[in-house]
């Protein structure tokens, strides 16, 4: 089906790789976070239960034995210096463990809140938005990224506030994004058939997994995103941008 006639309830959209460009989430925000990190935690270590909470989930991420066991001298105890460390581990691999993006989400809002962040996003992501909007359909962002840290990246962004577009934001804690059920899982949360969910998605497994849970999807191949190969691309609908899109409907 051409884009054009493309029918849907709702917008879900992924963040990194197609609303925004992965260098602004690597050259950026993950380097402001493991700059922080380090007084961020030690600021809020005594005084701060969610940051508790965070260390205490932390040290059940499998990497955790890993990480520690890499280090010089075995930690005696758990402290600044070795969540500090460990943090930034995972932020170096990438990944996209819960406790770890929740923390990212908490650092970053200083950074949005004092103007040193400004939230990317590619120059059609405004105009798709407000048409969507406009032709009564909703927009909702489902990202590895914590769901404070999506609110930030809407409200602070380049482009003025796009918050006010969004009417639903989902996270890991309602799956991985390359398992089905967390489609499924969505698709439940925002009532709708999944038939009339199309998710927007710069990542194969990703697009692969919507489909199996009956969503719509599109693959986006922005400027900065990894090269598909033939075989990823094989079954796909891909877009360079939002522009195809501007005339999705709402179904009869
Ligand atoms: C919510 S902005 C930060 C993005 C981020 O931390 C991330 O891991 C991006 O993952 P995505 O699922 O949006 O590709
Ligand atoms: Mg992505």
Do not use: C
């Amino acid at each position: 089906m051409p884009s054009t006639d493309r029918v849907a309830n709702v917008v879900l959209v992924d963040i990194e790789g197609t609303t925004t460009s992965i260098s602004f989430v690597h050259d950026v925000l993950f380097p402001y976070a493991k700059n922080n990190v380090k007084k961020f935690l030690a600021d809020g270590w005594e005084s701060s239960s969610e940051i508790k909470q965070i260390v205490q989930e932390l040290q059940q991420v499998p990497q955790y034995a890993e990480y520690t066991s890499t280090l010089r001298v075995p930690p005696t105890e758990v402290d600044v210096q070795i969540i500090t460390g460990f943090v930034r581990y995972l932020i170096d691999k990438d990944l996209k463990v819960t406790p770890l993006k929740t923390l990212q989400g908490l650092i970053w809002q200083q950074g949005y809140e004092t103007g040193e962040l400004r939230g990317h996003v590619f120059d059609d992501v405004p105009g798709a938005f407000a048409a969507w909007r406009g032709a009564g359909l909703r927009i909702a962002v489902y990202s590895s990224g914590s769901v404070a840290a999506q609110k930030l990246i809407f409200k602070y962004s380049i482009a003025g506030d796009l918050l006010t577009h969004l009417s639903a934001h989902f996270d890991t804690h309602v799956g991985h994004k390359q398992e089905t059920q967390s489609y499924v899982n969505i698709a439940k949360s925002l009532g709708e058939d999944p038939r009339n969910i199309l998710f927007l998605t710069d990542i194969p497994g990703e697009a692969a997994a919507a489909r199996a849970a009956g969503l719509q999807a599109i693959m986006l191949q922005r400027p900065g995103n990894a090269p598909l190969t033939d075989d990823q691309k094989s079954g796909q609908e891909l877009i360079a941008d939002f522009s195809s899109l501007h005339s999705l409907q709402l179904p009869e």
